[in-house]
């Protein structure tokens, strides 16, 4: 079974940093882009960053400068660098991506993880 898992969420006062990972498990064959978004409390999840798997990336506006999405396509994992944190920032983030499988050869199925907290408070 394919699946993804995020990790590296947790309590960080204001001002600091915190390093995600978004790790991708099971019979995988390709993933061409993997995604971060989050979800504050109360409000719809939102697009942060993408990554295709020769490096290109694309941010939200609102999110440039203080996040950096990168990968390493050997451990089928993407990183999100999140610094200067604010307690708008506190979120659940979750990790996003089509992934192509040996069940499904032909078809890039869109897979969600569960999700990490975040929280930005002193």
């Known amino acids: 079974q394919v699946q993804l898992v995020e990790s590296g969420g947790g309590l960080v006062q204001p001002g600091g940093s915190l390093r995600l990972a978004c790790v991708g498990s099971?019979?995988?064959?390709?993933?061409?882009?993997m995604g971060w978004y989050r979800q504050l409390p109360g409000a719809q999840r939102e697009f942060i960053a993408s990554?295709?798997?020769?490096?290109?990336?694309k941010y939200a506006d609102s999110m440039k400068g203080r996040f950096t999405i990168s990968r390493n396509n050997a451990k089928n994992t993407a990183y999100l660098e999140m610094n200067s944190l604010k307690p708008e920032d506190t979120a659940v983030y979750y990790c996003?991506?089509?992934?192509?499988?040996?069940?499904?050869?032909?078809?890039?199925?869109?897979?969600w993880g569960p999700g990490t907290q975040v929280t930005v408070s002193s």
């Open positions: 099971g019979s995988i064959l390709s993933i061409r882009v």
């Open positions: 990554i295709t798997s020769v490096g290109t990336t």
């Open positions: 996003n991506a089509p992934i192509i499988s040996r069940q499904n050869p032909n078809t890039a199925v869109v897979t």
